[in-house]
């Protein structure tokens, strides 16, 4: 008999745990993440930042090619120590022998002159008479590009001590064209003088395919300009005087 009591209780106790174990809740399995949802957690907000960057790119374009319609040159009532003008088309060049011939100045500096192009082109082009053109017109013939321009600049303007200097160039390209002044000088005021150039609409520039390319190519370079410049890069080769050439026997 004490066997079987035994057995019973055995029975008993094996039936209380199987029912303390049925009523014990179930562990959930973590939850699988599927590989889809998984790659648009990562694409989501690559994607969103893609989209603020195209939507600053856009309104800093608008608000660049808005700024450029509406530059107007000032009225220069002081004399200045000198006019420099950068090369790039021939209106750039009459206006700033106008503000010459105006007594704005004593002296302008064309800088960025191709080296093929002679005195007496140059001075045809400028509408300059002989005597004008020289006492007081100054060539720089080594500047290949904006940078080397600014550089051309900065150094001329340093060796005659001067403190400060209108800048003329065409309308668009006047932001990138003081950057690289700034850049390049210390201690020198530059008062923007800008050229319409009537290539490039200042009216529904979004409607006029030519000035609309003209816009979006300037300002990817004035963009470039201001990321060389906070990484501290220094382009070189945009000065003739800058490459170096070597020459070995027999070559």
């Known amino acids: 008999m004490e066997n079987t009591d035994e057995v019973v209780e055995k029975d008993t106790e094996q039936q209380d745990q199987s029912s303390v174990a049925s009523d014990a809740p179930e562990e959930k399995s973590a939850p699988k993440i599927s590989k889809s949802r998984l790659v648009g957690w990562i694409w989501t907000p690559i994607a969103i930042l893609l989209l603020l960057a195209i939507g600053t790119s856009i309104g800093g374009f608008v608000r660049f090619a808005e700024d450029v319609a509406n530059l107007k040159a000032p009225e220069i009532s002081e004399k200045s120590d000198a006019i420099v003008v950068l090369t790039g088309g021939k209106s750039r060049i009459t206006e700033a022998v106008g503000l010459l011939k105006d007594g704005k100045a004593n002296h302008l500096f064309i800088s960025g002159v191709n080296p093929d192009v002679s005195d007496d082109e140059l ?3 400028s509408g300059a008479d002989k005597a004008l053109f020289d006492c007081c017109i100054h060539i720089g013939k080594d500047a290949k590009d904006t940078i080397g321009n600014g550089k051309e600049i900065a150094q001329w303007a340093n060796d005659q001590d001067f403190k400060t200097l209108i800048v003329v160039t065409n309308n668009y390209h006047m932001r990138r064209s003081l950057l690289e002044l700034y850049s390049a000088t210390s201690g020198i005021e530059l008062i923007a003088y800008p050229v319409m150039n009537s290539e490039v609409k200042t009216d529904n520039w979004y409607k006029d395919t030519p000035t609309l390319r003209t816009l979006i190519n300037e300002f990817a370079k004035l963009n470039l300009a201001y990321f060389r410049q906070y ?21």
Not at 232 to 250: I, R, W
Request: without cysteine.
């Open 123 to 125: 001075r045809r082009v």
């Open 231 to 251: 990484v501290g890069v220094d382009m070189a080769g945009n000065l003739y005087s800058e490459q170096v050439v070597t020459k070995h026997a027999g070559v």
